[in-house]
């Protein structure tokens, strides 16, 4: 009785009330075990139903038995009738308990089951006089017993760390957190549906490499006891995945887990997700055909719509996307017109602005790389690919031919955030060891997330790649736009968190 006081005038239990509480439900269970009715020796229970087809079909279910089974998420005991509300996967139902219908033992058991108890039932499907779809009980079983109540209070910020390192209750008590990754395996589901249509094949690389390479991050850093090597976990999949295409598989694509030794923020977890694509034949622009119908099939599949609302903001991914070149967007922002420019009017029209620039970073590239973070990301709402890339950013793109200090390079950005990064791939092995050569020059003089040098990937050059274009998203960042998600922990189950107790 005393729980059900508490869910009439809920408030937050103090640690005493919860231990008294973990008491009497062990207290509990070893009465069931001491009646030889222990519940957690109950193997398999068969159902023939879920919540939600009772409810989608009920004209049809009206009348016939069913079997479920779930999480009782309420109790409200009526002297001979009672109510509860069975939780599963894809909802809540109410199911009728009357002491007649069950019997007196099972009754009697029934009033002394708790909270966040797994049952099985099996009833009769009837509507209520108040018209709620209900499920009368005559059958129930206690299938697992629960030993740690669930909170009262779950939502609101003061809960936000508890709920990313106990997600498991997470997802019991918030539905709308069960929803977003729902939602999440379907936007996987409907990628590879896309990338297999079009004749992609999926493949896997290595998650451990000898150097880390394909992208500009810190890794973390294992050893190989058996080989005594310092190993690396890999900061993207590009380098292996364009050996395949060397090797003649001109369409692949790879989803798989990436891990960059980088700070946590809302945007940032240490592994991640994304989806790499190379494609041989076709350039950036094909790349960004592939990207935005990509997109645009996930959109109406998993939501109906390519109309949604991120925080706030209405975004419209239908087709169409915005195009222009980081000169462009640059001289839109900033007024600075770095296409009219050389190297030394670059470097004053940038100090001008008073924008600090850092030694080493102060070739024309460098500073219109620079422009671009200072005074246009963040003005980048709807989807917009920014193209044209200065080749000091940008190791692993191929050059436009028309200026040789550009790259063939795109980044799509949504909300002011990057959702993506490709390229016409560099596919000449002189240029690419000079590109790394210049990456190894910055990580000597102290950039922890220049590139090193990969002899065996300009290998796999020599022997010839022919013309490709390269894409990879943030499947974890996409998630979050589709579900209006602030916080990527909101779209991991499992986000990296600081340990309990771990000094500040």
């Given at each position: 009785m005393a729980?059900?006081?508490?869910?009439?005038?809920?408030?937050?239990?103090?640690?005493?009330?919860?231990?008294?509480?973990?008491?009497?439900?062990?207290?509990?269970?070893?009465?069931?075990?001491q009646a030889g009715a222990d519940p957690?020796?109950?193997?398999?229970?068969?159902?023939?139903?879920?919540?939600?087809?009772?409810?989608?079909?009920?004209?049809?279910?009206?009348?016939?038995?069913?079997?479920?089974?779930?999480?009782?998420?309420?109790?409200?005991?009526?002297?001979?009738?009672?109510?509860?509300?069975?939780?599963?996967?894809?909802?809540?139902?109410q199911l009728y308990i009357k002491r007649d219908n069950v019997g007196d033992e099972v009754y009697k058991g029934y009033k002394k089951f708790d909270i966040g108890d797994i049952i099985g039932v099996s009833g009769e499907v009837f509507r209520t006089q108040k018209g709620e779809i209900s499920v009368a009980v005559h059958e129930l079983t206690l299938l697992s017993k629960n030993l740690a109540p669930l909170p009262e209070k779950w939502h609101g910020l003061k809960d936000t760390d508890m709920r990313y390192r106990q997600r498991y209750v997470d997802l019991i008590v918030n539905p709308e957190v069960r929803d977003t990754f729902e939602k999440r395996s379907a936007i996987v589901r409907e990628i590879r549906n896309f990338m297999d249509a079009r004749g992609?094949?999926?493949?896997?690389?290595?998650?451990?490499?000898?150097?880390?390479?394909?992208?500009?991050a810190r890794p973390f850093i294992t050893h190989h006891n058996a080989l005594d090597i310092d190993m690396y976990m890999r900061i993207a999949t590009e380098l292996h995945l364009k050996r395949l295409i060397v090797g003649g598989f001109e369409q692949v694509y790879e989803i798989g887990r990436i891990f960059r030794n980088e700070g946590m923020d809302t945007k940032h977890n240490p592994e991640f997700t994304t989806i790499e694509l190379y494609q041989a034949y076709t350039d950036y622009h094909g790349m960004m055909d592939i990207t935005e119908d990509m997109v645009v099939h996930v959109c109406e599949k998993v939501l109906g719509t390519t109309h949604i609302t991120y925080q706030g903001a209405e975004l419209d991914f239908s087709k169409g996307w915005k195009r222009m070149t980081m000169a462009e967007a640059v001289k839109e922002y900033s007024g600075l017109d770095f296409m009219a420019m050389n190297g030394d009017e670059a470097l004053a029209a940038v100090k001008a602005k008073g924008i600090e620039t850092e030694k080493g970073k102060e070739s024309w590239g460098d500073l219109l790389a620079l422009c671009y973070d200072e005074?246009?990301?963040?003005?980048?709402?709807?989807?917009?690919?920014?193209?044209?890339?200065?080749?000091?950013?940008?190791?692993?793109?191929?050059?436009?031919?028309?200026?040789?200090?550009?790259?063939?390079?795109?980044?799509?950005?949504?909300?002011?955030?990057?959702?993506?990064?490709?390229?016409?791939e560099l596919n000449d092995p002189i240029d690419q060891r000079g590109r790394f050569e210049r990456q190894v020059a910055l990580r000597e003089a102290g950039d922890d997330e220049a590139s090193m040098m990969d002899e065996d990937f300009i290998n796999a050059l020599e022997y010839g790649m022919p013309p490709t274009g390269g894409m990879g998203m943030g499947i974890d960042r996409l998630v979050m736009f589709l579900t209006d998600s602030a916080s990527i922990r909101d779209v991991l189950l499992f986000p990296t968190m600081k340990p309990l107790g771990a000094e500040q």
């Open positions: 729980e059900q006081h508490q869910a009439q005038q809920p408030h937050e239990q103090t640690a005493e009330e919860l231990h008294e509480l973990k008491r009497i439900r062990r207290e509990k269970l070893a009465e069931l075990q957690f020796e109950q193997v398999r229970f068969e159902r023939d139903h879920h919540t939600v087809e009772i409810h989608e079909h009920f004209d049809e279910l009206e009348g016939k038995t069913v079997r479920l089974a779930g999480r009782m998420m309420s109790k409200r005991i009526m002297g001979k009738a009672s109510f509860s509300d069975l939780s599963d996967r894809y909802g809540r139902l992609f094949m999926e493949v896997e690389t290595p998650c451990l490499n000898t150097i880390p390479g394909g992208a500009a005074f246009v990301e963040e003005h980048l709402i709807q989807p917009t690919f920014i193209t044209d890339y200065p080749v000091e950013v940008s190791p692993l793109a191929k050059r436009k031919p028309s200026d040789p200090r550009l790259t063939e390079r795109f980044e799509c950005f949504v909300a002011g955030r990057e959702l993506c990064n490709a390229f016409s």
